[in-house]
């Protein structure tokens, strides 16, 4: 089961958007809709932001948007606030019946 | 409110068995899928294990399986993640989460180490 690819880090100043792709195959991300974003401060649990490609749990800021196409899945953070500095994962369910979570992307906020 | 709650992680030696227990609390267990997720220190996330509402369906990484079970509890609500044989490898903090392609909600997971 080889991991999502995601950069390995973004930055950004306040105010600003970013956007944190997600690449998979036809196995997974292009396959599914099941594509999830999770948030993960230092020392905290993961927590989703986006879930089923572009959906928003309750209580999560509208700055945070999901899409997708093929194989790539993308998230977008506009209005970069300093707590958005935090690590992003992807995850996708697969064909083989499992999930994979891409490596990570370490956001900065200049 | 929805709460989940890890527990049994701690020092183990090599070749060891540990068993991790998550109690959950704050919604309808036995509705829900449930997962065990991990991450080793400095590293990101690994998918471990997934079981469906009843029980009926579990659900391997590679990497562990023939080594990992995963088990549930509903009367008790209550979700297990049985480790044999346990490896350097398996280090990492073990999280559990809930529902089958959310991953909604996490708890603050329970870490495991293994030294000898």
């Known amino acids: 089961q080889s991991a999502l690819t995601q950069p390995a880090s973004v930055s950004g100043s306040p105010g600003q958007s970013i956007t944190i792709s997600c690449t998979g195959t036809s196995g997974d991300i292009g396959n599914y809709n099941y594509v999830s974003w999770f948030q993960q401060h230092p020392g905290n649990a993961p927590k989703v932001i986006i879930y089923d490609v572009i959906n928003r749990p309750s209580g999560v800021s509208s700055r945070f948007s999901g899409s997708k196409s093929a194989n790539t899945a993308s998230l977008t953070i506009s209005g970069l606030q300093a707590d958005d500095e935090a690590v992003y994962y992807c995850s996708s369910y697969t064909t083989r019946r499992t999930w994979v979570f891409g490596g990570g992307t370490r956001l900065t906020v200049l | 409110q929805v709460e989940l709650v890890e527990s049994g992680g701690g020092e183990v030696q090599p070749g060891r068995p540990l068993r991790l227990s998550c109690a959950a609390s704050?919604?309808?267990?036995?509705?829900?899928?449930m997962h065990w997720v991990r991450q080793a220190p400095g590293k990101g996330l690994e998918w471990v294990a997934a079981?469906?509402?009843?029980?009926?369906?579990?659900y391997y990484a590679d990497s562990v399986k023939g080594r990992f079970t995963v088990t549930r509890d509903n009367s008790h609500h209550e979700l297990h993640l049985q480790i044999n044989s346990l490896r350097p490898e398996d280090a990492a903090t073990y999280y559990c989460?809930?529902?089958?392609?959310?991953?909604?909600?996490w708890g603050r997971g329970t870490p495991v180490s293994v030294s000898s």
């Open positions: 989460s809930r529902d089958f392609f959310r991953l909604d909600y």
């Open positions: 079981i469906t509402y009843d029980g009926g369906a579990t």
């Open positions: 704050g919604f309808t267990f036995s509705s829900y899928a």
